[in-house]
């Protein structure tokens, strides 16, 4: 399924929920947006990878086939499309697995649908969605998966993430550019050791993020991207 977006057309949603009462939800929540259409409502991964082509999904944590929510997090983002974990964040590890293998955010299932809307657009824009809830359960999940950064290339980190071009960021460290590069080498290779990579910039925005380094979203939508 190749995800191939119409920029003039609607955001196209599929929802993975094993719950039929909980797709139908979904379905009725977002039809009467004229910029969103629920294109797939089933049970599965496979099921949503067999369909129509989608731009976000809307995807439970805990499904009836017994998949994992990063696997299935990594084969959609492997698909081109872009994951909205849809959850009761009940559990903070399986939370935490889907977003460092690429979920873009989290919204809960009880929000309304001004919230749930919202939250679609944000991701189909490439925006990380960002919530206390989502900033508590990193916090309550992080473990020792978080590599220990020296004081300087956590400097670094959170200024690139923040959104500061690398020049912007060496002069307000006062070092050269080589050097700042240098730390974010290093910075790199420390998240690759606990096997959660960082080898794009909006890799380094979401470990920045999962963190701690950056509290709110600091990068423009063009930003995050490059």
Do not use: C
Request: glycine content about 8%.
């Amino acid at each position: 399924m190749a995800r191939g977006r119409d920029t003039d057309g609607p955001i196209r949603v599929g929802a993975v929920d094993d719950h039929v009462p909980v797709r139908r939800g979904v379905a009725a929540m977002l039809a009467d947006d004229p910029e969103v259409t629920v294109v797939a409502a089933v049970g599965t991964v496979t099921e949503l990878l067999a369909g129509p082509g989608v731009d976000v999904v809307l995807l439970d944590l805990h499904l009836a086939d017994g998949s994992r929510p990063a696997d299935n997090v990594q084969r959609l983002v492997e698909a081109g499309v872009d994951v909205l974990v849809y959850s009761s964040l009940t559990d903070a590890g399986l939370l935490r697995e889907a977003l460092v293998a690429g979920a873009l955010g989290v919204v809960h299932k009880g929000q309304d649908t001004p919230a749930l809307v919202s939250a679609v657009r944000d991701v189909a824009a490439g925006l990380p969605l960002l919530t206390t809830e989502w900033a508590a359960t990193l916090d309550a999940a992080r473990g020792d998966s978080r590599p220990a950064l020296s004081e300087r290339e956590a400097e670094a980190l959170s200024l690139y993430a923040s959104g500061l071009p690398m020049k912007s960021a060496a002069r307000r460290m006062d070092i050269s550019l080589g050097s700042f590069r240098e730390y974010l080498l290093r910075v790199r290779r420390k998240y690759a050791d606990v096997d959660r990579p960082a080898t794009t910039k909006l890799d380094l925005y979401h470990r920045a993020v999962e963190d701690g380094y950056v509290s709110t979203p600091g990068l423009s939508p063009r930003e995050r991207q490059t």
